[in-house]
Nanobody, 124 residues
Framework: QVQLVESGGGSVQAGGSLRLSCTAS????????MGWFRQSPGKEREEVAD???????SYADSVKGRFTISKDNSKNALYLQMNSLKPEDTAMYYC??????????????????WGQGTQVTVSS
């Protein structure tokens, strides 16, 4: 059984920080691409960041310089450090895992496993 569980969401004022965590069970994170996505009401789910099996990272333009994706393969965990949060960052955040070692940014169909989501709300 493969399961992804997110945590760390919450409510924060603009300019604040949050650290999201995603714990994977049933497989190892070391050999696959993993990513963070977000979705707000009325909008499509969009990719925020991803990291491949070599630790190479990619970010959406809207979060570059503010968010950092990382993973700890020994813990089968994925993280998203979010700094300088803005109201437009408000969304449900999901972690996802691909069956490929490489990442294709924006290709939601490559990700076969998804977490249940954790809500992030940023107020002004």
């Amino acid at each position: 059984q493969v399961q992804l569980v997110e945590s760390g969401g919450g409510s924060v004022q603009a300019g604040g920080s949050l650290r999201l965590s995603c714990t994977a069970s049933g497989y190892t994170t070391s050999g696959v691409c993993m990513g963070w996505f977000r979705q707000s009401p009325g909008k499509e789910r969009e990719e925020v960041a991803d990291i491949d099996s070599f630790g190479r990272k990619s970010y959406a333009d809207s979060v570059k310089g503010r968010f950092t994706i990382s993973k700890d393969n020994s813990k089968n965990a994925l993280y998203l450090q979010m700094n300088s949060l803005k109201p437009e960052d408000t969304a449900m955040y999901y972690c996802a895992a691909s069956m490929n070692w490489y990442c294709r940014p924006g290709r939601k169909g490559d990700f076969g496993y998804w977490g249940q989501g954790t809500q992030v709300t940023v107020s002004s």
